[in-house]
């Protein structure tokens, strides 16, 4: 139970986050906080990708952890697999995103 708390807890943070940071870019064209996005941006930059464009996959991926963790506490089959594949698919956004993905992801682990 204390692992379930805390994997939705992570999930609420970093999705919650990645909703409001994808609808601010999208609305006033720049992320919230520095003009300069982390170095998250530099890894979308290298995939031919302007990071500023990228607000709709923000949301998403945002959308994506609050579905999954809350499809996991409510144990749904697909709630482990969805909360794990959006785990791995976030592990690009640097610094916080990456901590809270590696740390879902040995929540999940220890949960088998």
């Known amino acids: 139970m204390v692992l379930q708390i805390t994997i939705l807890f992570l999930a609420a943070l970093n999705g919650g986050w990645m909703i409001f940071d994808g ?4 609305k006033k064209g720049k992320y919230f906080g520095p003009l300069e996005p982390g170095a998250w941006s530099k890894i979308i930059s290298k995939c031919g990708l302007d990071p500023f464009s990228i607000g709709p996959l923000f ?11 809350v499809g996991l506490v409510l144990e749904f089959q697909w709630g482990y697999v969805a909360l794990l594949i959006t785990a791995i698919s976030t592990l690009w956004y640097i610094k916080v995103g990456t901590i809270i993905s590696i740390i879902t992801i040995c929540c999940l682990a220890s949960l088998n």
């Open 59 to 69: 949301i998403f991926l945002g959308a994506m952890w609050l579905v999954s963790a």
């Open 23 to 26: 609808i601010h870019v999208i």
